[in-house]
């Protein structure tokens, strides 16, 4: 079964703090993505990544980082967190095959809140 | 650029109630087309996709036409359950935007007993 795991359901942090993501996905995925979905806002792109060591900005990378040093997991890191950052993350993956079909696996999102 | 658009919601309807959640695109060329769905406290499923014009997508009695000429992909579903509460989100991908897929809102159903 295709699996997208995230590290924490739930995570309370407080405002400056350095923050960890972790996501692994077992299905030998080449692209690997990272959204936040707040209420009204749908689910915006904060990070992806086509390959090991890749990456590229989304559409809301400020405040954000990446890692991806090998092909299953993929790391987003709050440098420093603050309050706006409060949101669900979701994580993604997918295949790289073709342009089209081009579904994507989400895991069960981390709720964090800063405080 | 690319952009979905989808009703908004929430939508609340009684058990074997008809459903339409209206969905429409702005792409160039030939995007894909997908639905996913949202159960409370898990991250987004595939719930079905169309990959050309008049494609008809479908699952779990849920279904969609890829309509070029309106360019719109709305869900339907002919008698929907208690279970099918659930944030519903319609979504764009391929064409001229790589890899990524372009969501709209969300559409939240509550279905009542």
């Known amino acids: 079964d295709v699996k997208v795991t995230q590290s924490s359901r739930y995570l309370v942090k407080r405002t400056g703090e350095k923050v960890f993501l972790e996501c692994v996905q077992d299905?030998?995925?080449?692209?690997m993505f990272w959204y936040r979905q707040d209420p009204g806002l749908g689910l915006r792109l904060i990070y992806f990544?086509?390959?090991?060591?890749?990456?590229e900005k989304g559409d809301i990378p400020e405040g954000y980082s990446v890692s991806r040093e090998k092909k299953e997991r993929f790391s987003l890191i709050l440098e420093s967190a603050s309050t706006n950052q409060t949101s669900m993350y979701l994580c993604?993956?997918?295949?790289?095959?073709?342009?089209?079909?081009?579904?994507?696996?989400f895991g069960p999102g981390t709720r964090l809140t800063v405080l | 650029g690319n952009s979905v658009t989808q009703m908004e919601g929430p939508v609340t309807l009684s058990e074997e109630a008809f459903l339409t959640i209206n969905c429409t695109y702005t792409?160039?060329?030939?995007?894909?087309l997908f639905w996913y769905v949202q159960y409370p406290g898990e991250g987004l499923q595939l719930l079905l996709k169309?990959?050309?014009?008049?494609d008809k997508g479908s699952n779990k009695g849920f279904e969609a036409t890829y309509r070029k000429e309106t360019t719109s992909f709305h869900l339907e579903k002919g008698s929907v359950q208690v279970s099918d509460s659930a944030v519903y989100f319609c979504?764009?991908?391929?064409?001229?935007?790589?890899?990524?897929?372009?969501f709209g809102a969300g559409t939240r159903l509550f279905v009542k007993a």
């Open positions: 993604a993956s997918s295949p790289r095959k073709t342009l089209l079909y081009n579904e994507q696996f």
């Open positions: 299905m030998d995925h080449e692209n």
């Open positions: 990544s086509y390959d090991v060591k890749m990456k």
């Open positions: 792409a160039t060329g030939y995007p894909s």
């Open positions: 169309a990959t050309k014009a008049d």
């Open positions: 979504a764009l991908s391929g064409n001229t935007g790589g890899f990524k897929t372009i």
